[in-house]
C-alpha cells in the first residue's frame, strides 16, 4: 500500500499533509477497506523515505478526521466508513480544490461565465468540442 | 585480556605516523631539521668528546623520537583509539606502555638495519670536529679496559626519565602550556647533563671527557647513579599519576 | 533509563579559538535528529564535545541517562560513530581492520559485518586506500553499525557521496531506525536529506544553538514572503526575518502568525530547510 503513496518534496503541501490526504482518498475510495490495518507508523517512514514524526502526525490527523482509529499497542486501523461522513468529506475536499482552481481564475482574469462555460463542458453536455 | 593488549597496541601504533599522517607542510619540514640539528648539537656537547657512541646517542634520541610522534597521534586527527569503547584509565596505562614499546621497537630496527644511520651519525661529529677524530666505532677495546657499566645503566636512566616525563607532558591538553612544559624539560635536562658532564674527569685513553667512560671512573659516581636511580623510579611514578591526572579529569 | 538518548545541558567548551557556549539540547529515543548550521559553526565541535575527544569546562552529557565522565566504556560501547573523513589506516584491508576492532565491542556481529559490506558492495579483502572516497566512508558507516549501537552519530557522512550512494546509506539507517531503541544524530549541510526523514532539527551558528525543534512545526512556523517593491513598506521589513533583494521585489521570511498573506502583492510560499538556514543567516 506503502508504494501508491507519493510523496513531492517541493509541494506547498505540507508532507504529513500529503500523505494524510492520500490515504484518505484511498479509503474513501474503497482501496483500502474498513478495519484494514495501516502499515506500521516505522515502516511507512522508511518506505516513504520521510521523518517518524511526520507520519505519526499523518495518523494523528486521521485519527481526528475519524477515518482511523489508533489502538494502543496494536496499530492503526481504518474504521467503519458511514456513507453521510464519506460525502460532507468528499464536500470538503472538493471545496479545497476549487479554492485553488479560484486563485488560478482569479489570477488570469476570466469571468464567472466563462469558468461555468468550461464547467458544463466538463460535466454536461458536449456543447462544444474541441 | 593481553590479546586486547596487544590490539590496542596496534591501534595506537596505527594511529601514529608515519603510518597514518598527512605529509607535513613546509614549516613543519623546517622545525622538523631544526629539532634534529638540535637534538644532533645536544648529543655531541654532551657525550662526544673523541669517540662517538651509539649507546649515548641512542638512549637520549630515540625516547624523543617516540614521544614526538605520540605527541602527534594525541593531539592530531586520526582519533580511532578514543572511539573505541576503553575506559580513560586504559587509554592512558597504554600510552606510556606504547612508548616504551616504539622505543624498543625503534632499537631493534636500527641494530638491524642501523649501520648507516651511525655511520651518518659518526660522519657529522668527524666534520664538526676540528681536532680530528679518532674513530673507534667499535668500543670493545676501550671497555677492555674500562667497565662502562654505571655509564650504560646511567643512559638507561635517562631514557626512562625522558619516556615517563615526556608522555606526562604529551598528556597535557593545553597546547601552550604543554609546549612550555617540553621546553622546560628540555632546558632542565640539558642543564644537569651538561653540568654533570663538566664535573667529569677526562679519560686517560682519549684524553678528553667522554662521557661514559669518564662518568665509570668519576669518583662520585655511585651515588650519582643511585640517586639518578631513585629519581627515575619516583619520576616514573609520578608522571603516570600526573599524566592520569590530566587526561582523565573532567 | 530515561527516554532520552541524549541529553545536553548547559555546555560550554573550547578549542583554539573557537567556543560553544549554552549548548541546550535532547535527543528522544527513536527518533532522528538532523544538525545543521554553516561552516565553521561548530557542529563538528560539538560531536566532539559530546564523544569527550574536545574537553568540556561546564555543563553535562547524559547518554540515555549515563553521563560519560567515569563511565566511557559502557557508554562508548552503545554509539556508534561516523566522521566526515576516514579513521582508519588507509593501508589495511578491512578484514584486519574488523580484527582490530571487535575485540572491544562485546555485542560485535560479525555476520551484520559481512552483510552491511554485501550490501554497500565493498570488497572487505582489498585495502581501503584502493576504496573511492565515498567507498571509503561507506565503509565508515559499518564500522560504525557493526556492533548494534543505539546512539548513531554522523557528522557530514554523505558530503562526498554521489546522490546514488547517499540514497543507499540513507536507506540503510531508515531500516535500522526500524528499531525503536535507535535513535540517530546527522550533521549535514545537504538539507535537503535532513527534510525528508529528519524528525527534529537542531541549528547551531557561531558556537550557539539557534533553535532545536520539531522539524514539521519548524516548516510550519515560517513562511517565505515575495513581496512587490512598490508595497515594501517599513513596517513590512521589520517583520521580516532575513532580507534579500531580488529583480522584482523582496523574499524574506516571516512567522506564520504575522497577517501577511492578506496584504496585496504578497505571496507566501513554504518554506525549505536551506530557506530558513540561509534567511535566519542573513539577519545578522
Known amino acids: 500500500m506503502c508504494t501508491n503513496i507519493l510523496i513531492s518534496a517541493l509541494s506547498q503541501t505540507p508532507i504529513y499533509e500529503q500523505i494524510q490526504n492520500q490515504i484518505k482518498e484511498m479509503v474513501l475510495s474503497g482501496n483500502i477497506k474498513s478495519k484494514e490495518q495501516l502499515p506500521s507508523i516505522r515502516l511507512m517512514a522508511k518506505d516513504l523515505k520521510v521523518g517518524i514524526i511526520t507520519v505519526k502526525r499523518a495518523y494523528e490527523e486521521l485519527e481526528k478526521e475519524g477515518i482511523v482509529i489508533n489502538l494502543q499497542g496494536r496499530g492503526c486501523f481504518v474504521t467503519e466508513i458511514d456513507l453521510k461522513k464519506v460525502k460532507e468529506i468528499h464536500i470538503d475536499m472538493l471545496r479545497e480544490r476549487l479554492v485553488e482552481i ?9 469571468s464567472y461565465a466563462e469558468i461555468l462555460e468550461v464547467i458544463n463542458e466538463i460535466y454536461g453536455g458536449n456543447k462544444h468540442v474541441k | 585480556m593481553l590479546n586486547k593488549l596487544i590490539t590496542y597496541q596496534r591501534l595506537l601504533l596505527n594511529s601514529t605516523p608515519p603510518f597514518s599522517s598527512t605529509l607535513p607542510s613546509f614549516f613543519n ?36 623520537i617516540s614521544i614526538w610522534m605520540i605527541n602527534r597521534t594525541l593531539h592530531g586527527d586520526h582519533r580511532l583509539f578514543e572511539t573505541v569503547p576503553v575506559s580513560r584509565k586504559y587509554v592512558v596505562l597504554n ?19 642501523g649501520a648507516a644511520l651511525i655511520g651518518i651519525m659518526i660522519g657529522i661529529v668527524y666534520l664538526t670536529e676540528s681536532k680530528g677524530v679518532n674513530l673507534l666505532s667499535d668500543e670493545s677495546s676501550l671497555q677492555q679496559v674500562i667497565n662502562t657499566t654505571k655509564g650504560d645503566v646511567l643512559m638507561l636512566c635517562i631514557l626512562l626519565i625522558i619516556l615517563f616525563a615526556g608522555i606526562a607532558i604529551v598528556l597535557i591538553r593545553n597546547k601552550k602550556l ?12 640539558y642543564g644537569l647533563l651538561f653540568f654533570l658532564k ?43 599519576f600526573i599524566g592520569y591526572k590530566f587526561y582523565v579529569r573532567k | 533509563m530515561s527516554n ?8 560550554d567548551s573550547q578549542i583554539g579559538n573557537f567556543s560553544l557556549s549554552g549548548i541546550n539540547f535532547s535527543i528522544e529515543k527513536g527518533t532522528i535528529m538532523g544538525f545543521i548550521g554553516k561552516n565553521g559553526s561548530g557542529k563538528t565541535t560539538l560531536i566532539k564535545t559530546i564523544l569527550n575527544m574536545i574537553q568540556s569546562t561546564s555543563g553535562e552529557i547524559l ?20 566522521f566526515d573523513s576516514l579513521i582508519y589506516p588507509l593501508n589495511f584491508k578491512p578484514t584486519k581492520i574488523k580484527r582490530m576492532i571487535c575485540p572491544f565491542y562485546k555485542t560485535f556481529d560479525d555476520k551484520k559485518f559481512s552483510d552491511f559490506m554485501k550490501r554497500f558492495e565493498l570488497d572487505p579483502n582489498k585495502k581501503l586506500s584502493t576504496y573511492s572516497k565515498g567507498m571509503q566512508m561507506k565503509f565508515g558507516v559499518v564500522m560504525a553499525l557493526c556492533h548494534n549501537p543505539e546512539l548513531i552519530i554522523l557528522d557530514e557522512p554523505t558530503a562526498g557521496l554521489d546522490p546514488i550512494s547517499r540514497a543507499d546509506v540513507i536507506d540503510l539507517l531508515l531500516d535500522l531506525m526500524q528499531n525503536e531503541e535507535r535513535s540517530i544524530l546527522f550533521s549535514t549541510h545537504i538539507t535537503s536529506d535532513l527534510e525528508k526523514i529528519a524528525d527534529y532539527i537542531t541549528m547551531i551558528d557561531n558556537g550557539k544553538i539557534v533553535f532545536s525543534k520539531v522539524k514539521d512545526e519548524m516548516l510550519d512556523t515560517y513562511m517565505l514572503a515575495h513581496i512587490e517593491k512598490e508595497i515594501m513598506t517599513d513596517d513590512i521589513k521589520s517583520k521580516l526575518i532575513g532580507l534579500k533583494e531580488t529583480t522584482f521585489g523582496y523574499q524574506g521570511l516571516c512567522t506564520n502568525n504575522f497577517n501577511i498573506k492578506e496584504i496585496v502583492g504578497i505571496k507566501t510560499t513554504r518554506p525549505t530547510l536551506e530557506d530558513i538556514m540561509v534567511y535566519m543567516d542573513t539577519k545578522k
Open chain 2, 95 to 113: 600510552i606510556f606502555l606504547l612508548s616504551l614499546v616504539m622505543t624498543f621497537i625503534m632499537y631493534v630496527l636500527i641494530f638491524t638495519f
Open chain 2, 29 to 64: 619540514v623546517i622545525l622538523y631539521c631544526l629539532a634534529f640539528s638540535m637534538i644532533v648539537f645536544m648529543n655531541i656537547s654532551l657525550f662526544f668528546g673523541n669517540t662517538a657512541s651509539s649507546n649515548t646517542f641512542l638512549p637520549f634520541t630515540l625516547p624523543i
Open chain 3, 4 to 11: 532520552k538518548a541524549l541529553e545536553i545541558n548547559n555546555l
Open chain 3, 63 to 82: 547518554f540515555n541517562g549515563t553521563p560519560m565522565f567515569g563511565n566511557e566504556e559502557e557508554v562508548k560501547a552503545n554509539i556508534g560513530v561516523v
Open chain 2, 198 to 240: 663538566l664535573n667529569m674527569p677526562i679519560s686517560p685513553i682519549t684524553g678528553k671527557v667522554e662521557f661514559l667512560q669518564s662518568f665509570s671512573i668519576m669518583p662520585q659516581s655511585n651515588i650519582i647513579l643511585l640517586s639518578v636511580a631513585i629519581a627515575t623510579v619516583l619520576i616514573s611514578i609520578t608522571s603516570v
Open chain 1, 102 to 110: 479560484k486563485d488560478f481564475t482569479d489570477a488570469s482574469g476570466l
Open chain 2, 178 to 189: 604543554r609546549n612550555t612544559s617540553f621546553a622546560g624539560l628540555t632546558v632542565i635536562g
